[in-house]
T-cell receptor
Framework: NAGVTQTPKFQVLKTGQSMTLQCAQD?????MSWYRQDPGMGLRLIHY???????DQGEVPNGYNVSRSTTEDFPLRLLSAAPSQTSVYFC??????????????FGQGTRLTVV | TQLLEQSPQFLSIQEGENLTVYCNSS?????LQWYRQEPGEGPVLLVT?????EVKKLKRLTFQFGDARKDSSLHITAAQTGDTGLYLC??????????FGAGTRLFVKA
């Protein structure tokens, strides 16, 4: 049972480069989300999706795009990387985004450094 | 903006000691969760509480949700080295967004 799979695990980008962080889940969860984790700031929500074809912004969406063409996949695109986007990125999925069914299953994270 | 404040930020104790960490907010949450995160891994859910005043126990861990559903505590009895990690609380807003606190980093010394 793979759960939530994120790739790559580590990435170094130059300022201005673009890239896509991949996330896939095999639990048939409707709700998926992307967080970034920075020291002393916990996890901050970037974008989320309540189902295929539906996405919305979280707390810190600027500089990131998402799409949800299938239930399984939820890629995060960095359009033009900046040093401020150096962080650890986590993808999560849950059965539902509301109520007591919001138990989130997290991937192992992608450590991104922008130089 | 809804915020969850966790205290203390850091805690270093000897094996066998008891401890309590706190998660506080000025906002009401429809549910509150506690996660534990180990280095290089994603957070893993420990418990979800949804009713004001609710108490849940998970072996040596006791979780309480405040009566007004604005705060929560996690008490660990007789801490073990395996309890070392980052403890995060997360609040459901009733919409589709879950807000995380910054976490309490616990280190249990043998």
């Amino acid at each position: 049972n793979a759960g939530v799979t994120q790739t790559p695990k580590f990435q170094v980008l130059k300022t201005g480069q673009s890239m896509t962080l991949q996330c896939a889940q095999d639990m048939n969860h409707e709700y998926m989300s992307w967080y970034r984790q920075d020291p002393g700031m916990g996890l901050r929500l970037i974008h989320y999706s309540v189902g295929a074809g539906i996405t919305d912004q979280g707390e810190v969406p600027n500089g990131y795009n998402v799409s949800r063409s299938t239930t399984e996949d939820f890629p995060l695109r960095l359009l033009s990387a900046a040093p401020s986007q150096t962080s650890v990125y986590f993808c999560a999925s849950s059965y539902s985004g509301q109520g007591a069914n919001t138990e989130a299953f997290f991937g192992q994270g992608t450590r991104l450094t922008v130089v | 903006t809804q915020l969850l404040e966790q205290s203390p930020q850091f805690l270093s104790i000897q094996e066998g000691e008891n401890l309590t960490v706190y998660c506080n907010s000025s906002s009401v949450f429809s549910s509150l969760q506690w996660y534990r995160q180990e280095p290089g891994e994603g957070p893993v859910l420990l418990v979800t509480v949804v009713t004001g005043g609710e108490v849940k126990k998970l072996k040596r861990l006791t979780f309480q949700f405040g009566d007004a559903r604005k705060d929560s505590s996690l008490h660990i009895t007789a801490a073990q080295t395996g309890d070392t990690g980052l403890y995060l609380c997360a609040g459901g807003t009733g919409g589709f967004k879950t807000i995380f606190g910054a976490g309490t980093r616990l280190f249990v010394k043998a």
